[in-house]
């Protein structure tokens, strides 16, 4: 089976359907949504629509529970939260409900997905430094744990003897022995210095892990962040990747 791990879409059309258009030479046929479909782009009801029609296991994130009131914004950069005001009041009141019920994780055999950390999803932590992943694989029992939220693709390892190892690596075989922790990047923001859009492909059956980054039409996703009066900064930052 070939998923597809997608996170932190933010509105961004463009690059959500960019990255759909990828899906047929990959062989995909599962798609699961880490969170983060809405906020800081201009398109957030196409992004749930398409989600919707999609995916077969979906999760919230932070700005999808703050768009819905579900969650606190106080702690959100002034962009972020301007974003998010705006976002709530263009989302139709049927996208508003289906934000509102995703949950916070799900679990499969081998493998948990959040957006942001097993231990207290709700607090919206990140996982960044390999102390933080070392505390978090002690909050979930399989082997396998995918996340966005930072917006930066990388793999936590931890082997049997205890020893963690963090690869900004794009691709990785999952041994037997040793559990992951696998952030997928983001597919409508990347902030790793690239601004191609990145998704995760995790091939069950071969055990392989990679990496995907997909162009897009970014001037165009420019120009509606612009035309919907959003934050310049948040046109800026799409372009650099940062
Ligand atoms: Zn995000």
Known sequence: MKIA??????????????????????????????????G???NPNECIELLRGMSDCSIAGNHDYAAVGKTDITYFNPHA???????????STDNKRFLAALPLMASRQSSIIVHSAPRHPELWDYIISPSDARTNFGNFSQQLCF?????????????RSGGLCYKEATSVTIEANTRYIINVGSV????D???LAAYGLYDTQAREYRLIRVAYNIARAQEKILAAGLPRFLAERIAAGY
């Open 147 to 159: 996340i966005g939220h930072s917006h930066h693709p990388g793999i936590f390892m931890l082997d």
């Open 188 to 191: 409508g923001q990347p902030r």
């Open 40 to 42: 800081y782009g201009a």
């Open 81 to 91: 939260r301007e974003a998010i005001l705006w976002t709530a009041e263009v989302l």
């Open 193 to 195: 210095g690239n601004p």
């Open 5 to 38: 791990l997608i996170s932190d879409v933010h509105g961004n059309v463009e690059a959500l359907q960019s990255v759909i258009a990828t899906f047929a030479h990959y062989g995909v046929e599962q798609v699961i949504f880490l969170g983060d479909i809405v």
